[in-house]
């Protein structure tokens, strides 16, 4: 028996990918999640934060939002923004930052929202190190 | 009968219009190709979302206290029409045929004595709309400078009738679009997209008991309205697939017609050409003969 499940990410205007994997790392709205086969049925949806894929190797995507979908052993993320980290320039990355920032310090933004963005700004910080 | 120099010249002109018409069938061609993959690589986000709705649905325990997106305000009084044609026209009955779905569910509406409220998005649904139902339009959106409609544009479109529901300006909001099927054809349709319009159909899938992460509830009041973004997405996807479809084939058709015109016209020059050549030469002749 092998010990792979299917992963699939869709945005709305593609399939960003496809494939099996071992494990893999979601950020979840309420936390860190780690999925392997045979995970229990489950609906959930995501912060800002790092999709990681472990199969012969490692991938790791940046999402800003999104849902996801565990349901005999197919693991389904839809999302409007998943980007593979290698993509990112290091340019860029600051700008995304320093947007969100600035957002961050708007005080009209809800609880919810500033707990979203302090959670983008935590992860593009950590990958732009 | 039309002068030698008159049938020239409408050769000409028919020509000239062929050669339009057949440039824009390659550039139709060319377009379609690119949306309609766009539009089949669009279909299975929106299919998977309509999936897990439907899983959380069913999982619901209490449909009293469920979001209203899901089940509605429980009133049937005003509808909302969102209809979404192309900016451009000469594409064949793509336009009038979304219109005509839409006017025969206006029609209805009122007939039944219930409120109706338009939105437009598009120039030659506008155009077409206006003159009958002008006073029911609410808002006109058009993106004739946007190249390509991306989720940005349909996310505008959700949030403003997201804000208007929660405004309770409408109880019931329904989708105009082209559904594309094929080259040929397209489909004109009408979704409704609140209440979320749930199929219960399949349920073979049903039994499957789901742990949420947050609460049911709360997921699906963060998926609904994301949810009707994507449906508008969707329906973008398929309209510009159908257009770029609906248009080559009007295209082809009048490079068709243009070239059995050309075809007929060149007949008829070439036989007033000849009449007027044994016109000469019987006066000619009949000259010679009186000498």
Do not use: W
Not at chain 1, 39 to 56: A, E, K, N
Not at chain 2, 30 to 46: C, I, T
Not at chain 2, 192 to 203: C, L, M, N, R, Y
Not at chain 2, 207 to 219: A, N, V
Request: aromatic share 6%; glycine share 4%; net charge positive.
């Amino acid at each position: 028996m092998s010990e792979k499940f299917t992963v699939e990410i869709i945005s709305p205007d593609r399939s960003i990918i496809k494939t099996e994997s071992i494990e893999v790392r979601i950020p979840s709205y309420e936390g860190e999640m780690g999925i392997l086969k045979d995970h229990i049925s489950l609906i959930t949806f995501l912060r800002p934060g790092i999709i990681t894929i472990v199969d012969d190797k490692v991938m790791k995507f940046f999402v800003e939002e999104g849902t996801v979908e565990f349901a005999n052993n197919n693991l389904l993320i839809l999302t409007s923004s998943a980007d593979e980290l290698s993509n990112f320039k290091k340019t860029s990355l600051e700008t995304l930052i320093n947007e969100a920032e600035k957002k961050f310090e708007n005080e009209k933004i809800t609880d919810k929202e500033k707990y979203l963005l302090s959670y983008k700004i935590e992860t593009l910080k950590n990958i732009s190190q | 009968m039309p002068s030698l120099d008159d049938l020239k010249k409408r050769i000409k002109s028919v020509k000239s219009t062929q050669k339009i018409t057949k440039a824009m069938k390659m550039v139709a061609a060319a377009k379609l190709r690119k949306a309609q993959e766009n539009a089949e690589k669009g279909r299975p986000y929106s299919q998977k979302m309509q999936n897990i709705i439907l899983n959380l649905t069913q999982s619901i325990n209490d449909p009293k206290n469920a979001p209203k997106l899901l089940v509605g305000t429980g009133k049937d009084k005003t509808y909302l029409c969102v209809v979404l044609t192309a900016d451009r026209g000469l594409c064949g009955g793509f336009n009038s045929n979304i219109c005509k779905l839409a006017k025969t569910n206006f029609k209805r509406i009122i007939e039944e004595g219930k409120l109706l409220k338009i939105i437009t998005v598009g120039s030659k649904g506008l155009d077409q709309i206006k003159r009958d139902y002008g006073k029911y339009i609410i808002k006109k959106l058009s993106f004739k400078d946007k190249k390509q409609i991306s989720f940005r544009e349909a996310k505008i479109i959700g949030d403003e009738i997201i804000k208007l529901f929660n405004q309770d300006e409408f109880d019931k909001c329904i989708l105009f679009y082209n559904n594309f099927k094929n080259v040929i054809t397209q489909i004109p349709h009408a979704q409704q997209i609140i209440p979320a319009e749930v199929k219960s159909s399949d349920t073979k899938e049903k039994s499957l008991s789901y742990e949420f992460e947050p609460e049911e509830d709360e997921i699906l009041e963060d998926l609904l309205p994301k949810n009707i973004s994507t449906q508008i997405f969707k329906a973008f996807l398929e309209n510009a697939a159908s257009e770029q479809g609906s248009r080559m084939t009007a295209m082809d058709n009048a490079t068709r017609n243009a070239g059995d015109l050309v075809d007929k016209l060149t007949i008829n020059y070439n036989r007033s050409r000849q009449a007027s050549i044994t016109k000469e030469l019987i006066e000619i002749i009949s000259g010679a003969e009186s000498l």
